[in-house]
């Protein structure tokens, strides 16, 4: 199994710009996660999905944020307009519904927002 | 509510030293413990896990925990450090199967000094 993949691994931008960030799950996982990792304020969840629905988005920071699953096997999140502020780690990570809820993380996608 | 308390943000030790992560939790349930690892630039990986069963868990490169329910505590222990080690390490819970969502902590940072 290849993983979580995201892609892509790195990313620089002007502020005002719109990103996109992507997201392979591992195949036969439920649920997706999207994760900022910061100095600041370490790993926070931005959002989750189950069977390709959003469960819970309360942790994605304002409306220029949005996240998408089309389908299983593919997930978006977008951030536009960019600020600088918005400079951080992204992880994705999946997981299976009957397990115990342990997360299968992404190598990430580091993005600086100049 | 659940939450989890790494008190240790950073963690200097000497190589071959024994070393001891520490990690508290709070839930009204019955738990999941996981620490995971994040190894420079990398995503997080799981180091190991605690279902049931026995209360000490171990991994494949020497590290172990031991679950203590009176004390609410999953602390991670090696008796001999390397150099590899070195990385930031994060304590989570989940309540329990069919739980969608990890809590982690904010991690400790394991130095590894030669």
């Known amino acids: 199994d290849a993983g979580v993949i995201q892609s892509p691994r790195h990313e620089v931008t002007e502020m005002g710009q719109e990103v996109t960030l992507r997201c392979k799950p591992i195949s036969g996982h439920n649920s997706l996660f999207w994760y900022r990792q910061t100095m600041m304020r370490g790993l926070e969840l931005l959002i989750y999905?189950?069977?390709?629905?959003?469960?819970?988005d309360s942790g994605m920071p304002e409306d220029r944020f949005s996240a998408k699953m089309p389908n299983a096997s593919f997930s978006t999140l977008k951030i536009q307009p960019s600020e600088p502020r918005d400079s951080a780690v992204y992880f994705c990570?999946?997981?299976?519904?009957?397990?115990?809820?342990?997360?299968?993380f992404g190598p990430g996608t580091r993005l600086t927002v100049t | 509510a659940q939450s989890v308390t790494q008190l240790d943000s950073q963690v200097p030790v000497f190589e071959e030293a024994p070393v001891e992560l520490r990690c508290n939790y709070s839930s009204s349930v019955s738990v999941y413990l996981f620490w995971y690892v994040q190894y420079p630039n990398q995503g997080l990986q799981l180091l190991l896990k605690?279902?049931?069963?026995?209360?000490l868990v171990e991994s494949i490169n020497g590290f172990e925990a031991e679950f203590n329910k009176s004390q609410t505590s999953f602390h991670l222990r090696k008796p001999s450090v390397h150099i590899s080690d070195t990385a930031e390490y994060f304590c989570a819970v989940s309540s329990g199967a069919g739980s969608y969502q990890l809590t982690f902590g904010k991690g400790t940072k394991l130095s590894v000094i030669p």
């Open positions: 605690y279902l049931s069963g026995s209360t």
């Open positions: 990570a999946s997981s299976t519904n009957h397990g115990s809820g342990e997360q299968y």
């Open positions: 999905f189950n069977n390709n629905v959003p469960i819970d």
